[in-house]
């Protein structure tokens, strides 16, 4: 099939170069003219693995290409994917919808009988029902259909060739009979297909995310209570986990979740749900988000502590800026507002990403950076590890404690081997764990 995708940020270049690498005619449309010329040459917006080929191949095909003209859209296919951002509303906990509007807009005068938009998108509950009675007069016979993304960052590429599941919010059969032409290849696959009506697809995403970040903030508020009583809480989120009601996966205590989605994404479901009267049913989310931004604090807390309470003419090594390992984003990224807190408070501040520090630089300019973890290291009193980079779970601990003044690392993500640290003469800390007795 033919098919354009508005919007060419994370979830837009991956979803067209995969749409392209499953066999279909694709057209990738942005406003940014700097991103779509990169992007012709083959080089992706956000740094992601596996994308890069991805593209490359998928241009190199004939499939796919990209432009900034919005007058080839009409023209070039029936059916059009809205991938633009649904960022938080300054001063509001509501997403802004202006973008996804505006596409709307742009392509209903456009559009003919049997056309097909396909947000994918992140929007509020009724944002599709609301857009499609706009598009009912501007464009009649047009439909409006809801296809969430699941993506993982760093994990993309994966999860958009082969989904745990597709869900389609759609109000007809011919919009059910076009999404499941589009991804026929997945369905011929066995990937799990759920057609629905789309103020179900819509929450089905913001329903995902917060319950994927509850478990998150669950787990660290047990790192809380284990650090008050001396327990373990690595040892309890694994014994938590082997229930298979509950399961490990996002049970790993640490410094918390940041980035473009779960942030923002239970708060503008909490400011949706209170339009709709039933604030009540998620104020929980409330309290998921403030246990989140507390482990910053609690971060900075301890970090102070173990420096005698003064910053003042100490240098603070920071292993990560990205908000996860495998992405070069920094948005909402604990790593970075950590780092940022201590030199507010007095530290000479080094940071070390091996793939953020472009995008770190830009958000937070005053801060030093550098490429090699050595350098950040050098005549450190503190070491913090915040992002669960692999390449810090494999430093050489003995290598590094004769680079620093002091051998002291704070690991907020609990993924260093704290064991083999300890024996390489380093003073280990982490949220939620025990001081080894003497």
Not at 385 to 394: D, F, R, S
Request: charged letters at 20%.
């Amino acid at each position: 099939m033919r098919m354009t995708v508005i919007g060419t940020g994370y979830v837009g270049v991956v979803h067209a170069a995969t749409m392209a690498d499953l066999g279909h005619e694709v057209l990738g449309v942005d406003i940014d003219e700097d991103r779509i010329a990169a992007l012709a040459d083959g080089t992706p917006p956000v740094y992601e693995p596996g994308l890069q080929d991805l593209l490359q191949r998928t241009l190199a095909s004939g499939r796919l290409r990209f432009t900034c003209d919005m007058s080839e859209v009409a023209g070039f296919a029936p059916v059009h994917f809205v991938c633009v951002g649904t960022p938080q509303m300054p001063g509001s906990k509501s997403a802004d919808l202006r973008s996804v509007e505006a596409v709307v807009d742009g392509l209903a005068p456009h559009l003919h009988p049997g056309d097909l938009i396909v947000g994918k998108s992140t929007v509020p509950v009724g944002t599709a029902v609301r857009l499609a009675e706009r598009l009912r007069t501007r464009a009649p016979g047009a439909g409006i259909a809801w296809n969430p993304e699941f993506l993982r960052e760093g994990f993309a590429v994966r999860d958009s060739a082969s989904p745990e599941r597709i869900v389609v919010g759609v109000s007809s059969a011919h919009g059910e009979s076009v999404l499941r032409r589009i991804y026929a290849p997945m369905l011929r696959a066995g990937v799990p297909f759920f057609r629905t009506d789309p103020n179900t697809a819509e929450l089905v995403k913001v329903a995902s995310n917060s319950f994927l970040a509850t478990k998150i903030s669950f787990i660290n508020a047990m790192a809380e209570v284990c650090d008050a009583v001396g327990a373990d809480v690595v040892t309890l989120a694994e014994a938590v986990g082997a229930d298979s009601r509950i399961g490990p996966r996002f049970l790993q205590p640490g410094l918390g979740f940041g980035g473009s989605c779960f942030p923002k994404d239970i708060r503008g479901f909490m400011a949706r749900a209170e339009e709709l009267g039933v604030g009540g049913a998620v104020s929980f989310l409330q309290e998921v988000d403030e246990i989140n931004t507390r482990q910053r604090v609690r971060t900075v807390d301890l970090a102070t502590r173990l420096v005698g309470g003064d910053f003042a003419g100490l240098n603070v090594a920071v292993l990560g800026a990205a908000f996860k390992p495998d992405s070069d984003d920094v948005r909402d990224s604990p790593a970075l507002a950590v780092a940022d807190a201590l030199q507010r408070k007095g530290a000479r501040v080094r940071v070390h990403d091996p793939e953020a520090l472009d995008n770190a630089r830009a958000a937070v300019p005053t801060l030093q950076y550098t490429l090699d973890v050595p350098k950040a290291c050098e005549e450190a009193d503190l070491v913090l590890h915040l992002t669960a980079w692999p390449e810090y779970q494999a430093i050489d601990p003995v290598a590094l404690a004769l680079l620093v003044r002091e051998p002291v690392v704070l690991d907020a993500r609990n993924a260093l081997d704290a064991q083999l640290w300890r024996e390489s003469g380093w003073s280990v800390h982490a949220p939620g764990r025990p001081q080894p007795q003497e």
